[in-house]
Every structure is written in structure tokens, then in C-alpha cells.
């Protein structure tokens, strides 16, 4: 829940700092996922990595590392990325969520990661109590 908050925040800040050409990376990171060149984890990992860079504040970016470190979420994402259906349903969130970067909608950004990462808190809540 606290990477929700903290990457929501960093989402709609980074909308101020994100040039297009840092908008294809972010797109590129699941260009090279299709195309086999990385995982799914590696191409979500870059994705929300870059996005946290791009506000340049080594405060957030430090807080962010710790969060996405622990065990917890490593067990999240280890859960989450074994099921085809959340990979695909997380693409189309992560597509949404570029198109936001691109209209320059800071609000809206905020609101698909948080989304994006409610939905994969749910995801795992659901299927690591079957």
C-alpha cells in the first residue's frame, strides 16, 4: 500500500519532468518484453524505476528502493508474474498509464499506478489464499 501512495505521488510529479523521448523508454520496456530481449518483472521493474528517476529526488528514489526490496513485495511480484492473465492485465494498466505521461495529465497518472498497483495487491491477496 505504501508503494501505491509513493509511486502514485511519483507519477504525477515525474508528469513535469517526462520529455517524449523518456516516454518511449518507458513504452520500449515492454517492446523488449514481447520481443523476449527481458522478463516481465525485469520490463515492470525498469518501467516504475525509470519513472521514479525522472523526478531526480535521491529521497524518493531511496524510499522506493526500500519498499520495492522487501520481502513482501518481492513475494508479490514473484506470485503476480507467474499468471499469464495479470501480465496481460497489467500491460494494458502500464499502456494506460504511458498514454497519461503522454497528455501530460499528472492527476490521471497518479491514479492508474495507484490502480495498477491495487490491482496487483489483489491479485495476489486472491490467489496466495488458494
Excluded: W
Excluded at 513482501?72 to 511480484?77: A, I, V
Amino acid at each position: 500500500m505504501l508503494r501505491e501512495v509513493v509511486e502514485g505521488l511519483s507519477a504525477r510529479l515525474a508528469v513535469n519532468h517526462l520529455q517524449e523521448e523518456s516516454i518511449k523508454v518507458l513504452e520500449g520496456c515492454f517492446k523488449q518484453y514481447d520481443s523476449g530481449i527481458m522478463g516481465y518483472a525485469e520490463a515492470d521493474q525498469r518501467f516504475h524505476s525509470d519513472i521514479i528517476l525522472a523526478i531526480g529526488s535521491s529521497r524518493v528514489i531511496a524510499l522506493t528502493n526500500g519498499l520495492r526490496d522487501t520481502l513482501q513485495m518481492m513475494n508479490m511480484r514473484a506470485v503476480t508474474f507467474r499468471y499469464p492473465e495479470r501480465i496481460k492485465d497489467s500491460l494494458v494498466e502500464h499502456g494506460k498509464i504511458i498514454e497519461a505521461f503522454r497528455s501530460r495529465d499528472g492527476m490521471l497518472a497518479e491514479q492508474l499506478i495507484r490502480e495498477h498497483f491495487r490491482q496487483t495487491r489483489l491479485y495476489y491477496e486472491s490467489h496466495i489464499q488458494r
